[in-house]
């Protein structure tokens, strides 16, 4: 019901930049939320950010201060500004979609912080 397209991943030093970008179509339902989670190998998919359908925003503490989360350009887009990134952002980074209870998530694009 929901496909996506992620894109903007990839390698980067210590305290670069990447943006990564989502675009979410719907189809029979509406978005509530899109956001970005991460998942280390290993590790448990957790929240990096999300937006809200009012354009309210969430962060997980470890991206206060560093990453932006904001919408596209385009409906249903999103997209992320990750700032000063460090060796333990390197994961990968997966769009997500919250509708009618349930939630829809993209392929992941991988982000390597290394130097």
């Known amino acids: 019901q929901v496909q996506f397209v992620e894109s903007g991943g990839g390698l980067v030093q210590p305290g670069g930049s990447l943006r990564l970008s989502c675009t979410a179509s719907?189809?029979?339902?509406?978005?509530?939320?899109l956001g970005w989670y991460r998942q280390v190998a290993g590790g448990e998919r957790v929240l990096v950010a999300h937006?809200?359908?009012?354009?309210?925003?969430n962060y997980a503490d470890f991206a206060k201060g560093r990453f932006t989360i904001s919408r596209g350009g385009a409906q249903d887009t999103v997209d992320l500004q990750m700032n000063n990134l460090k060796p333990e952002d390197t994961a990968v980074y997966y769009c997500?979609?919250?509708?009618?209870?349930?939630?829809?998530w993209g392929p992941g694009t991988r982000v390597t912080v290394s130097s």
């Open positions: 937006i809200f359908r009012d354009d309210t925003t």
């Open positions: 997500n979609a919250f509708a009618l209870g349930s939630h829809y």
């Open positions: 719907a189809s029979e339902v509406s978005i509530y939320a």
